[in-house]
T-cell receptor, first 110, second 113 residues
Framework: RKEVEQDPGPFNVPEGATVAFNCTYSNSASQSFFWYRQDCRKEPKLLMSVYSSGNEDGRFTAQLNRASQYISLLIRDSKLSDSATYLCVVNGPNNNDMRFGAGTRLTVKP | DGGITQSPKYLFRKEGQNVTLSCEQNLNHDAMYWYRQDPGQGLRLIYYSQIVNDFQKGDIAEGYSVSREKKESFPLTVTSAQKNPTAFYLC????????????FGSGTQLSVL
């Protein structure tokens, strides 16, 4: 089992749609969770951290389920500018590095 | 402006040649990292450094070498032993090791001639 697994997609949705991504992780001791956004051939940029109680930032909501070892990202009212690859990131087993999922590709269409 | 700078943006390597990718940060971060990204894949850790004069191997260190002589600099050398070097290389930094937001450079695309 990969340390961090994501559905690669692609997810093709119309503007205004709500879309959700899941990410599973294998290390039950992981404490830090993030969602990053990456545009084509650009560097990843932090979208949001994921807290135990769940957190929201505008149209974006992140949730953590420790029992099932997954995190989720919900995007409401999708915009064309949301088109990107979304990377799930979890701290590694030695707590010395961050482990990245392969990413989920989202395309929002007019 | 504070940030992390990678150079060059594009780099070409001949067979049997060593090449060095530059990474400089002025954020006063202790930790620095090198990742490799292949098309359609996530980032894989090559090396990381928690502090000056110290670095550790990541998951795919074979064929690569690094140094950390200064806090702000963490160059990566792709040696001739790396048989499949074509990839997008990303340097990152954070205040401390792990559990922290990563700041990324804009990346270097390395290709083999």
């Amino acid at each position: 089992r990969k340390e961090v697994e994501q559905d690669p997609g692609p997810f093709n949705v119309p503007e205004g749609a709500t879309v959700a991504f899941n990410c599973t992780y294998s290390n039950s001791a992981s404490q830090s969770f993030f969602w990053y956004r990456q545009d084509c051939r650009k560097e990843p940029k932090l979208l949001m951290s994921v807290y135990s109680s769940g957190n929201e930032d505008g149209r974006f909501t992140a949730q953590l389920n420790r029992a099932s070892q997954y995190i989720s990202l919900l995007i409401r009212d999708s915009k064309l500018s949301d088109s990107a690859t979304y990377l799930c990131v979890v701290n590694g087993p030695n707590n010395n590095d961050m482990r990245f999922g392969a990413g989920t590709r989202l395309t929002v269409k007019p | 402006d504070g940030g992390i700078t990678q150079s060059p943006k594009y780099l070409f390597r001949k067979e049997g040649q060593n090449v060095t990718l530059s990474c400089e940060q002025n954020l006063n971060h202790d930790a620095m990292y090198w990742y490799r990204q292949d098309p359609g894949q996530g980032l894989r850790l090559i090396y990381y450094s928690q502090i000056v004069n110290d670095f550790q191997k990541g998951d795919i260190a074979e064929g690569y070498s690094v140094s950390r002589e200064k806090k702000e600099s963490f160059p990566l050398t792709v040696t001739s032993a790396q048989k499949n070097p074509t990839a997008f290389y990303l340097c990152a930094s954070s205040w401390r090791i792990a559990n922290e937001k990563l700041f990324f450079g804009s990346g270097t695309q390395l290709s083999v001639l």
